[in-house]
Every structure is written in structure tokens, then in C-alpha cells.
């Protein structure tokens, strides 16, 4: 890994006590600002830059509650939505849930039968389920969700898919896909981990399944339901399904994130299952204007970057684009951080990586 330098994400005391600040998921960089998830909240998190163009630190921290935007689908609003994947475009910021399932841990103080009654206890959460598009507009200044907007005349609302015709429901039957779906995410089951988006096309990255060493990334094409202004829908491709899959030789690893890279997409990619590393940088060439789906390896695929790891911390989680694009730096965040990220006035320290 070749680290240009840090920076520090400074995050006030409610975030603090949320722990926001150990288990970030996701990140993007949208000029002066940085938009980050937690994914144990129901929250996305402002960060401001203190030097727009060489930024060392983000603070001035805004939280937004998802629920006083999006009817989410859980009966708790405030439930975790574990938000693992942001997207910046046009006026809208994206923002997708794992679709996962948990399994209970096994902690210190269980023992014995009741350890094992944890372990096999299996749940959702509804507020997972989410995929949501915030309008986005200038509000003192800095980029701020806002319930609509208007653009060159057309009114812009909060728009999201449901649950009801969602990306699990739209698995069911899949050929590949529909016998994880009551599987965990952390035991290979599906696990949403990453959104790109680019005009009309939005890919959506799986930590897992990983089948035989081949990850996923889902393709969609959302529209605004026109008698329905909050409601997305699905267009269907050319088989008549509503999504397309692309499966890609990540060595064995699954999707942690995705960015996009001009035509090309960048990968975060980590392991499937609970271990640490190895973790990557790969770049999937043209992805953006693929016609159809595809099988990417060989030339289509780059291993760009070997990023370090912890043993039981410093896992990446969150990769995006930082500074101008002739730079070819990438911001890196990490859930769990290892010690030496955490300051003693309270920041967390990332990582600034150069690409090839």
C-alpha cells in the first residue's frame, strides 16, 4: 500500500457514544464535504473539510436521520439500517442497506447450551432493506438532503425502492443467488456492501455469496414511479428481468465497496466470512458501459492495490475518490480501527492511498 497521507474524521460526542465512529461502512468525498454511514445506526453523517483542496480534517459533524426522509420499513425508525454504501450523483446522494440477515454471537459470559441456542438464532432487520435516493441541495453553502427539489422545473422527492418488490424479493427464484438468501451475510449469505452510480445504472456490490471464487455485482436500472413520485421502480433489461448480474474473479474475495472511476469501477474487496484479510484495490475496466452481463477477469480486471489489515481490527470498509482526478488518490476508511487510529481528542485516522 502506498499511503500519500492521513486525515483525521472528527465526529461529535452523540456519534461518539453511538460508536459511529468504530464501525464506518461506507464513504464519499463530495467536494467540500464527506458523507459517511455507521452501520449501526439508522443515520448519515456531514463531515466538513478544513482545507477544501488539501484537506487533513473533517469536522463540523451533521447527523440526519434517514427515517425524517425515507419511510423506512422497519417499525422502530430508529433501528440500525446498516448503511453500507453511499453514492454522490447529480443533484441525489444514494444510500443502500446490507438486505442481510445476522446470526447472534457467541460472547464471553455464554456457555454451554445457551451458547449454542445464540449462535443458532437467526433475524432480519426490515431497515436493512433499503435502497434510497436523497435529493441533494445548497444549504448555507455546504451540499444538505432535502425532501425535494426542483430542476430546470421538474420536482425532485425522496424516492426509494420497496421492500415489497426489492432486492430480496427480486432474488427469490434466482438461479445463483436465491438459496443464500436465509443464509447470514457474515456465513455467505447476502450481504449488500457497496453502490455505484453512474447516469441510469446502479450496481450494487456483494460481500456475498462468493461462488467457487466468483463475487457479484447486481445491475440496476431504478426509474421514479410517475403516479408514485417516492416510489422507485425497476426497468427490465433485455431478458425481461429487472436485474442483471456480473460476476468477477475477485481471487475469492467478495465486494466491500465500489466507486466509480470514470468508465471504470474501483473494488474494495475483502473476505466473505469473519477473517481479516487479504484486502484489495482491484479495478473492473469499462464497467459502466458494459451491454450485457458479464464475466470479468483477465484484462477486464486490475489488482491495483494491496491495502493493510489488523488481526481482529483496521478492517476497510469504505473507499472513495479524494482530490483532483490527475492525483489518482483514494480515501480509505475502516471499521474497527485499530488504536493507533483513534486520537486522544477523539478523532479516527484514515487513509489517503495512491493508485497506480
Known sequence: MTLVHTVRLRFGQLSRAAATHTN??????DGRV???????TATL????????DAPTEYSDE???RLADFADLPGEDADEEADIEGLARTGHFLWAVGSHSLRRKQIKERHAGDKAL????????????????????????GLPTPVPEIEVDGERHRVAQLDPRDGLRALLRHDDHLAPFLAIPGKDNGLDVEGIAVTGDRVYLGLRGPVLRGWAFVIELRPYVDPADPGRLRLRDFEDGRPYRKHVLDLDGLGVRDLCPAGDDLLILAGPTMDLD????????????????PAIVRGELLSRELEL???????????????????????????DSPAAVRLTDDGAVVADVVQLP
Not at 453523517?45 to 477544501?52: F, G, K, M, N, W
Not at 493493510?308 to 475502516?334: F, K, Q, S
Open 24 to 29: 464506518l461502512s461506507a464513504v464519499r468525498v
Open 34 to 40: 464527506l458523507w459517511i454511514a455507521g452501520d449501526e
Open 45 to 52: 453523517e456531514r463531515l466538513v473539510a478544513d482545507d477544501p
Open 62 to 64: 451533521r447527523t440526519f
Open 117 to 140: 441456542r445464540r449462535l443458532a438464532r437467526v433475524e432480519g432487520q426490515a431497515n436493512r432493506q433499503l435502497l434510497v435516493r436523497l435529493p441533494i441541495a445548497d444549504v448555507d
Open 277 to 292: 484479510g487479504p484486502v484489495r484495490i482491484y479495478r473492473w475496466h469499462g464497467a459502466c458501459q458494459v451491454g450485457m
Open 308 to 334: 493493510t489489515y489488523g488481526e481482529g481490527d483496521d478492517h476497510a470498509e469504505g473507499l472513495g475518490l479524494i482530490g483532483p482526478p490527475e492525483n489518482r488518490t483514494a480515501l480509505v476508511v475502516y
